[in-house]
T-cell receptor, first 114, second 112 residues
Framework: KAGVTQTPRYLIKTRGQQVTLSCSPI?????VSWYQQTPGQGLQFLFE???????NKGNFPGRFSGRQFSNSRSEMNVSTLELGDSALYLC?????????????FGNGTRLTVT | GNSVTQMEGPVTLSEEAFLTINCTYT??????LFWYVQYPGEGLQLLLK?????DKGSNKGFEATYRKETTSFHLEKGSVQVSDSAVYFC???????????FGKGTMLLVSP
């Protein structure tokens, strides 16, 4: 069974640009979550989606947005990039929302903003 | 709010040494507790979990017991290997939600 797939693996963007990251969950998983990982702040929750609906959102500015498609694939978008957005962005999938369904993480997209 | 506090690393051990990584939490609900591991260049892998007080999670020789009275979930392993070198994250989630609150992570370095 294929794991969580995130594309691209690496991205380099310039301040002010926007970026879209993609996540394909494990087959049969319908819940997708996104996390930002930085050396200073550690792992911080961005969003959670289930059945194309955002269930929960972390404390991030409106420049960060996401969506989920009918096949459970998800994208997140960051507009007007800032240097501080440089991070590893991790996607995780689970069968359904709730702590009884463990999260399976992808290997992440490394975003560098110059 | 919810928070997780882990001991700072790096933790440096020789192969076959005993490992303890401390983790304490505060939570506004009744949390489930997790340990995740991250190897270089990879995402996080679930190592073990416990969903109620006094539960013991275990996997690959690692163990952690959910202690509600001390709000702790310390990770232990009796004999570490070089291949255990990684960053370990303690995390919690509140019942009904997948959202994880993570600690800052503890790097473990095991030398031969």
């Amino acid at each position: 069974k294929a794991g969580v797939t995130q594309t691209p693996r690496y991205l380099i963007k310039t301040r002010g640009q926007q970026v879209t990251l993609s996540c394909s969950p494990i087959s049969g998983h319908r819940s997708v979550s996104w996390y930002q990982q930085t050396p200073g702040q550690g792992l911080q929750f961005l969003f959670e989606y289930f059945s194309e609906t955002q269930r929960n959102k972390g404390n991030f500015p409106g420049r960060f947005s996401g969506r989920q498609f009918s096949n459970s694939r998800s994208e997140m978008n960051v507009s007007t990039l800032e240097l501080g957005d440089s991070a590893l962005y991790l996607c995780a999938s689970s069968l359904a929302p709730g702590s009884d369904s463990p999260l399976h993480f992808g290997n992440g997209t490394r975003l560098t903003v110059t | 709010g919810n928070s997780v506090t882990q001991m700072e690393g790096p933790v440096t051990l020789s192969e076959e040494a005993f490992l303890t990584i401390n983790c304490t939490y505060t939570a506004t609900g009744y949390p489930s507790l997790f340990w995740y591991v991250q190897y270089p260049g990879e995402g996080l892998q679930l190592l073990l979990k416990a969903t109620k007080a006094d539960d013991k999670g275990s996997n690959k020789g690692f163990e952690a017991t959910y202690r509600k009275e001390t709000t702790s979930f310390h990770l232990e392993k009796g004999s570490v290997q070089v291949s255990d070198s990684a960053v370990y994250f303690c995390a919690l989630s509140i019942s009904g939600y997948s959202t994880l609150t993570f600690g800052k992570g503890t790097m473990l370095l095991v030398s031969p």
